[in-house]
Nanobody, 122 residues
Framework: VQLQASGGGLVQAGGSLRLSCAAS????????IGWFRQAPGKEREGVLC????????YYADSVKGRFTISRDDAKNTVYLHMNSLKFEDTAVYYC????????????????WGQGTQVTVSS
């Protein structure tokens, strides 16, 4: 059972990135998938989550209108689309899976990806 997060990199402020979260060893279609991020010296925070039905819940107000999430169950992959990136979005981004729901607390999630670094230059 594994989640693989990828797609991070260095981008200028105002740019875009698409992160991917691919699952292996289990299917995502009965899971909510959350994206979290952790900046240096800060706690891991919830960004947003997509439910098994495709509904989105935002946990970070700062990303509303800029980040969206989508899922492709046929590819067993969830995507985080990040637009209008800001310096303060710089962090390691993690995806996580939990059966059925979406939760803001990282402790509720069962499976975690290894994280992918997003660096936004100002």
């Amino acid at each position: 059972v594994q989640l693989q997060a990828s797609g991070g990199g260095l981008v200028q402020a105002g740019g875009s990135l698409r992160l991917s979260c691919a699952a292996s060893g289990f299917t995502l279609d009965y899971h909510g998938i959350g994206w979290f991020r952790q900046a240096p010296g800060k706690e891991r925070e919830g960004v947003l989550c997509i439910s098994r039905s495709g509904g989105t819940t935002y946990y970070a107000d700062s990303v509303k209108g800029r980040f969206t999430i989508s899922r492709d169950d046929a590819k067993n992959t969830v995507y985080l689309h990040m637009n209008s990136l800001k310096f303060e979005d710089t962090a390691v981004y993690y995806c996580a899976a939990v059966r059925y729901g979406c939760y803001q607390s990282p402790r509720m999630y069962d499976y975690w990806g290894q994280g992918t670094q997003v660096t936004v230059s100002s």
